[in-house]
């Protein structure tokens, strides 16, 4: 198995440019900017692109948040999802609701933006839905700072997550 440095520029912006959910510069930024010579998986990666994102400047980092989806939208409406986040969301049961989960979600989603101006978000792996309901509340509580903070910190983990899954199936072109 070889490096990621092996990899030319497109075709690594292919398999990682949407490990950072609609924000490709993470993955431009980091093929640019960073050694890649001694990483062999993708999550090697993850340190890098999280380093990026840190050093990015809050702009840059709120128009990040702020590329989310928010969670249990119903079919049809809102955003798109990506390939990656509708894979989540299924997995978490998210796309499943019925009436009252769907409107707790919807309640807490208008809730949550309202205060914070970005939709909530989580690394939803191994979480069923009454955790992550719990949590939405727990963290309506945060200051806008904190909870900031912690949006980025959860993008990270998504991030690592994705990267993960990507390890399995890794080989490098070359």
Known sequence: MGSMALLDRSEFLRLFSGIYESSPWVAETVFDGCDLSGVDRPTGLADDMARVVAQSGKDRQLALVRAHPELAIRPGEGEKL?????????????????????????????????????????????????????????????????????????IDRIAFFRLESLDSEFEPSR
């Open 82 to 154: 990506t390939s990656y986040s509708e894979s989540e969301q299924t997995g978490a049961g998210l796309t499943e609701l019925g009436d009252d989960e769907r409107d707790d979600f919807a309640r807490l989603n208008r809730l949550y933006r309202e205060k914070f101006g970005f939709p909530f978000i989580i690394a939803v792996r191994g979480l069923d839905r009454a955790a992550i309901l719990s949590s939405m509340s727990e963290r309506l509580e945060n200051d806008v700072e904190a909870e900031f903070r912690e949006a980025l910190r959860q």
